[in-house]
């Protein structure tokens, strides 16, 4: 069942089997907005899944993500595949995975924390728990597991 | 997008900058020297006891008996980034005791604190003046922070409502002064259960000596589902109990902690909790002799000062072996001895 509801691209990257609801938030963290003048980025929201049932994809033209973007949507979305094109094929294709340590992708929500008061320090975090998914703070100890709130990009 | 601290590399000791794993990879058998104090987490049980067994070392030297020049030379820098004259004159006292010196913030109001520098700026420069730094600082994580940036070691003497290793230590060791061992106690913690940052280390170094632990607190300040679940993790043998009349029935020690006005919005709330929080004198009448009460003061009205004269009364024990414990761990810190020679 091959269906590309939305133009194909040459080259980019296309985020697929995100959580459905979530495209809007993995934009918000590609920083969509600000992106490469001939970019094209398409979004399509509630596609039929067989695998999830529902999904979103996002897909955008020259553009690469950084291992931090790529851990920043594995946080809301851990079912996603980051697909790399080239020449309208699909040269790399992989789940995002969720790293043992995550720096610089979430504030810690703890607003009495070190990390929240001006230092000059990335906020790291330790997964703890991984289903359901649940980080500490390495600096105060504090718990996560509800990390849209939290995102840096935000 | 500001200057990003590197963790120092650090020969021959293990920094801790993993607060969770840090145990499991650090090599055994190392000693203290040169090492941080930020969450008692930091420690295996062996280097527990052995702060605590070198603690009671130090007892004739704390008390004026004798006099000790083992840590001549050295200095300790005291960065109270917040008030607490109780905890920086036991270090201070523990210092001078041992022959060392002291450099001082006192009052971070008039400090460079107040001008706006960061915690990381002012810890890197008493790092290059002092041996070591005691921390104690409004912010959770403070401690951790200024680990990774000074190149000296580092004590936790508090961070807001996070870690007190230093506090869990001496109380430890009043409990092991007084039964000649930890494990197998029946300990009550009352109070505070939720926000005191002193029973959650405490409770955790207190599981892994294999003690009961039962817990009574106001229902408000119940232990955090996070602190219970690492208790579990590492085994605690936990309950808890409302009733405290029930709770120390065959218990070992009552640990009483202060109910803080500060952690409550409301002040009506917090004398309506507080009031009822109080230890009723008349228990203490069914208690097994060895039983004692303890709290890491300043008390308010936990503990009506009827008690102080009971048998059972063991918080001003506990406040005076906060100087040979934290002289003990001074010692290992920067000398690796335990202490003073001769036994
Ligand atoms: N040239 C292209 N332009 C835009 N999107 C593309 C292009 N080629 C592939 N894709 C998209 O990249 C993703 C991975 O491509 P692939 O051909 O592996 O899809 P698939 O067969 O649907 O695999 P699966 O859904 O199991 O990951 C899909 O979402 C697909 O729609
Ligand atoms: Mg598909
Ligand atoms: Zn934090």
Known sequence: MRELKITPI????????ITSGFALEVLRIIGANNLDKESTVSVALHVRSRRMGWKDIVKV????LSPQKVNAIAL??????????????????????????FTGVLKCPNPNCISNQGEPIEPEFDVVHRRPLALRCRYCDRYVDDFLPHLKTR | MGVVITRRGHSGAHRFAKPYTSRAC???????KGRDLVSIKDLSKQEIESI?????????????KRTSTLLDGKLLALAFFEPSTRTRLSFETAMLRLGGRTITIADPAVSSVAKGETLSDTVRMLSGYADAIVVRHPN???SRLASQVSEKPVINAGDGAGQHPTQTLLDLATMEEHFHTLSGLKVVLMGDLRYGRTVHSLAYALALFGAHLVLTSPPALRIPEHIRSDLAEIGADIREEADLRRAVQDADVLYVTRIQKE??????EYARVSSGYRLDPSILEEVKPSFIVMHPLPRVAEIP????SSSHAAYFRQAFLAVPVRMALLSLILSGQPGPGGG
């Open chain 1, 10 to 17: 040459k080259n980019g990257t296309v985020i697929d089997h």
């Open chain 1, 61 to 64: 033209e020259n553009m690469e």
């Open chain 1, 76 to 101: 809301l979305s851990p079912t996603a595949t980051i697909s790399m094109i080239q020449d309208f094929k699909v040269i790399e294709k992989r789940p995002v995975t969720l790293p043992d340590h």
């Open chain 2, 26 to 32: 650090r090599p055994t058998g190392m000693g203290l």
């Open chain 2, 52 to 64: 605590i067994s070198a603690a009671r070392r130090h007892i004739p030297v704390a008390e004026g």
């Open chain 2, 140 to 142: 959770e994580g403070a």
């Open chain 2, 263 to 268: 952690r409550f919005g409301d002040l009506a």
């Open chain 2, 305 to 308: 000062s009827e008690v102080d």
